[in-house]
């Protein structure tokens, strides 16, 4: 049994407690040989009919990815969807199409540049939860405390 959890969903059951602890801004992510790959940013209406690579349905940054685009009015073209990170990752490298990951998610890929979505407005959240009767033992308070605190 875990005590504590991260997870990209806000606790919605009152059996759980949990405290907010980082956002992250969306991005592109592009082969270092594509057009957009060396820009400082990109709106989100530069998009616009851009071929992507999409993780699976479910994946949190790919919900708030979609919830932009239908903010900004934009239509993308999926081209394919990837069950895993990586699998995108890969995808992308061997110039399947575009991706989106969240800022802190990017890591290092010398294949791969990430081009920040400047008005992205929806970001990805980040939460510690645990048991809402667990939350008051020594080792728990204090990780929520802390992951508060960032």
Known sequence: MADVAITARAPDDPRLYGVKFLSMRLGLCVPVSHPLA???SVFMAELEGLSFVMRERGSRTREIFEKN??????SIQPVIEISS???VREAIANGV???VVADL???HDARL???P?????ELVDEYAICLAERRHLPLVRRFIEEA???
Not at 69 to 74: E, S
Not at 117 to 121: E, P, Y
């Open 38 to 40: 060396e820009r400082e």
């Open 69 to 74: 685009l239908a903010d900004h009015g934009i």
């Open 105 to 107: 998610e990017f890591g």
């Open 117 to 121: 979505l400047s008005d992205a407005n």
């Open 113 to 115: 540049s990430f081009v």
């Open 85 to 87: 990170r990586e699998g």
């Open 97 to 99: 199409g575009c991706g």
């Open 148 to 150: 508060g605190r960032v």
